[in-house]
């Protein structure tokens, strides 16, 4: 597995090895000693979510402000351009993001840890997006930030407006948003 860094240091892209001939391939979608070295993290995963979703669907931008998740995520099927915001509030990065291609074509995972929020966007006809958590899933400390708050900037590659959940509509700006210490 590669580690690819980030202009935000906690979040790494990982690349790993496909191993493939005329049948198909392999890969290791996770390895506990690899992923420690990468991040210096041994965290218990304990929950896999798998979500499918049709093009121009923008999901985010996620957190919960307690029991905070890192998250592991990878493409099975299509590309979403998925994004991970700092909302740390005593990071020397806090409010800005990072954003990466992932795909079933190129296999690259992208590693969120705690005290980020989440979004992804799908670029292709349909996607189906599969991550790793580190906490249980508590809808009572879910909170959204707007995808589209000018205060963080994202450049996501959008033309028109994203289909959005009522609730992903409801989401507020960074600086209304509860935000990590």
């Given at each position: 597995m590669q580690?690819?860094?980030?202009?935000?240091?906690?979040?790494?892209?990982?690349?790993?090895?496909?191993?493939?001939?005329?049948?198909?391939?392999f890969l290791e979608s996770y390895n506990q000693r690899a992923f420690q070295e990468a991040t210096g993290w041994a965290p218990a995963f304990v929950q896999d979510n798998h979500s499918g979703s049709a093009q121009g669907v923008l999901r985010g931008l996620h957190y919960q402000i307690r029991q905070p998740q890192g998250k592991l995520v990878r493409v099975a099927a299509g590309e979403v351009f998925d994004v991970a915001v700092?909302?740390?509030?005593?990071?020397?990065?806090?409010?800005?993001?990072?954003?990466?291609?992932?795909?079933?074509?190129?296999?690259?995972?992208?590693?969120?840890?705690?005290?980020?929020?989440?979004?992804?966007?799908?670029?292709?006809?349909?996607?189906?997006?599969?991550?790793?958590?580190t906490d249980f899933y508590a809808p009572e400390h879910e909170r959204c930030i707007r995808w589209d708050d000018a205060a963080i900037g994202i450049k996501w590659p959008l033309e028109?407006?994203?289909?959005?959940?009522?609730?992903?509509?409801?989401?507020?700006?960074?600086?209304?948003?509860q935000l990590f210490p």
């Open positions: 580690t690819i860094h980030t202009a935000i240091p906690d979040v790494l892209i990982f690349e790993p090895k496909v191993f493939g001939d005329s049948r198909g391939f700092d909302i740390r509030k005593s990071s020397p990065t806090f409010g800005r993001w990072v954003g990466a291609n992932l795909s079933a074509e190129n296999k690259l995972q992208m590693w969120i840890p705690p005290g980020f929020a989440h979004g992804f966007l799908v670029l292709s006809e349909f996607a189906e997006v599969l991550y790793k958590t028109g407006e994203p289909v959005l959940s009522g609730k992903d509509q409801q989401g507020v700006n960074l600086q209304q948003a």
